[in-house]
């Protein structure tokens, strides 16, 4: 049953409501959660994800809320709502702006290194570098679908969410028979090619890290946006270090196990994905 605070209610009638969303428990469902809420006016998120509560302050009915959250299936359910008695913080739209800002370059540059990694691994016969490649993919798609729900709704968001857990799934397995491919019949990865290029992916999610610092404390997707490039430092790392060992040792394992690492990781990704949808 909803409660309601005593004294009188702001004049735009905002309110505090409390959700419980049992199939909340990563930040993949609380970007789903923000892209379908993204629209509505004034709203202000906070997200406890060991708990499976969302908070939310927002104008208007507590059931219109719901009823956006309702079509991710991750059973919502309203528990309660509080009447306040004074406005939001200012420039909670302004803030908005700006994150949205950050995720479409974001998304750009993820994008970009997804076409660059994976044509030079195919030239290069760098499985690591393949497979590194569909790591920005993995991410891109995440930045992606929560950017197209904010000019599409939450259905359309569900839809590209599965069309980029498909397709990455697919490409992942792909990439292990690429890698079992290369075991059986031989390869020769070109070891700078490899470094040169992890290298410039490495730079990449440097400038994706240094964009989001601002933002880091602002929220946990913006939090799970800075993990995400954090993890994506050490796969380049990895990739780099692999190439390294193939200079130096003339063997093509240390490609085959960095490829075979990051591949098993996207996969798991994907398949995380499509159990959102």
Excluded: K
């Excluded at 920005?136 to 969410?161: F, H, I, K, N």
């Excluded at 031989?186 to 994706?208: D, I, K, Q, R, T």
């Amino acid at each position: 049953m909803n409660e309601m605070t005593t004294g009188s209610i702001h004049p735009d009638g905002r309110w505090r409501s409390t959700f419980r969303v049992p199939a909340m428990d990563c930040p993949s469902e609380e970007n789903l959660i923000r892209a379908a809420l993204r629209g509505l006016r004034g709203a202000r998120l906070t997200f406890d994800l060991p708990g499976r509560t969302l908070v939310v302050e927002h104008a208007g009915p507590a059931e219109a809320v719901l009823q956006r959250l309702q079509p991710l299936e991750l059973g919502a359910q309203l528990v309660g709502s509080v009447a306040l008695t004074e406005p939001g913080p200012a420039g909670a739209e302004a803030d908005l702006a700006a994150e949205a800002r950050v995720l479409r370059a974001l998304l750009a540059i993820n994008a970009l290194m997804f076409v660059v990694e994976l044509a030079v691994g195919w030239w290069a016969q760098s499985t690591g570098l393949m497979a590194d490649a569909l790591d920005m993919l993995a991410d891109a798609a995440v930045y992606g679908t929560a950017l197209l729900a904010v000019a599409r709704g939450a259905a359309s968001q569900a839809a590209a969410a599965r069309v980029a857990g498909w397709t990455q799934g697919l490409l992942a397995l792909l990439a292990l028979v690429e890698v079992a491919r290369r075991a059986w019949f031989g390869s020769e990865p070109v070891s700078l090619l490899m470094m040169g290029v992890g290298a410039l992916a490495l730079v990449a999610n440097v400038a994706c890290l240094l964009l989001i610092a601002r933002h880091r404390d602002g929220g946990v997707h913006m939090q799970a946006s800075y993990i995400f490039s954090a993890n994506d430092v050490l796969a380049n790392l990895g990739v780099i270090v692999a190439g390294a060992l193939v200079l130096a040792t003339g063997s093509p394992w240390p490609d085959l196990l960095i490829g075979t690492v990051i591949a098993v990781v996207v996969l798991r990704g994907a398949r995380r994905i499509l159990a959102l949808t």
